[in-house]
């Protein structure tokens, strides 16, 4: 499949009048009604790249991977027959909730739920941040990258890559203690320079997810995100810090969903041609100190 980017993700909440104070209040995007109910939370010149829709259960329904034509679409539900993999195409009211010519769902071994889309629709409404963000790094990279549990790790990596046609970035193994088992964590990427669109977690989520990463341009708002965290009392994941292998500066906090966003500047944006997949040894060069988190 030609996957371009992470067009959108899909979360859930009982609360969505929570959702909207932490997206305009905290992370500094818009805020507005989604067709057939729900919210869209704006970055971007798209009409949203979070879409919140209202349930039971506070977690993470869906990824969205976009496709950059109808053929290319086409090709990929070829695919998914080819492999035997089932899926179920969007009616017209998902269609216009999602913003997208067409949809189709599918699940992975692990049981997280992909959408391919083709088609954005947009009016090219500009985006204007309630907190001042100039902008989020988005465009032909999509919205950033999003973390999922894998604890079928070998069957779900060979889906993300050999039925999806992602690639591997890199690889940590991840050792709870130093006599453990490790626990295999790998980042992948699809057809946009970001360092990684998509990471499998060899472990179970209850929120359906780990993270997701939104991008901006400058560590000032790396920063003043962190002081909007403090100021709403957000309960913090990990403290800010480097990381290794895709050198984003970040912090992480808690969203109204249950799972983590990691909110960052300065990712790496890679040349595959020139790309070689590693093992890295330890999570970032400094800070992210992930114990804040825990109970």
């Known amino acids: ?13 009982d609360n969505l ?40 259960e506070r977690r993470y329904v869906a990824s969205g991977w976009e496709l950059a034509s109808e053929a290319a679409f086409q090709a990929a539900l070829e695919r998914l027959d080819e492999v035997g993999v089932g899926y179920e195409l ?7 909730q999602r913003g997208f010519q067409a949809v189709a ?10 959408e391919l889309v083709w ?10 941040s309630p907190q001042g963000v100039p902008r989020f790094l988005t465009g032909d990279m999509g919205l950033g990258h999003t973390v999922l549990p894998a604890p079928r790790f070998e069957e779900t990596k060979r889906f993300c890559q050999d039925v999806l046609g992602f690639e591997l970035s890199d690889i940590f193994n991840f050792r709870p203690a130093p006599d453990a088992e490790p626990i295999r964590i790998h980042f992948m990427h699809c057809q946009n320079r970001r360092h990684h669109s998509l990471a499998l977690c060899e472990f179970e989520s209850q929120s359906g997810c780990v993270h997701i990463m939104v991008e901006v341009d400058s560590i000032t708002e790396v920063g003043r995100a962190y002081d909007r965290q403090q100021e709403h ?32 500047c300065g990712g790496l944006q890679v040349d595959w041609d020139e790309h070689s997949a590693f093992e890295f040894t330890r999570v970032s060069l400094w800070g992210h100190d992930f114990s804040v988190g825990q109970p």
């Open 105 to 114: 769902s599918c699940q992975d071994p692990s049981g997280n739920r992909h």
């Open 233 to 264: 009392g957000v309960p913090l994941s990990a403290t800010l810090g480097e990381h290794l292998n895709d050198r984003m500066t970040s912090f992480y906090m808690k969203t109204p969903s249950g799972f983590d966003l990691e909110y960052g």
């Open 17 to 56: 009048a929570e959702w909207q104070e932490y997206a305009e209040q905290v992370l500094g995007m818009m805020v507005g009604p989604a067709p057939e109910g729900g919210l869209y939370v704006k970055m971007d010149d798209r009409p949203y790249r979070m879409l919140v829709v209202e349930g039971s």
């Open 90 to 96: 969007g009616d017209e009211a998902r269609c216009q």
């Open 1 to 13: 499949m030609e996957i371009r980017g992470l067009a959108y993700v899909v979360a859930q909440t």
């Open 119 to 128: 088609g954005h629709r947009s009016d090219l409404t500009p985006f204007v």
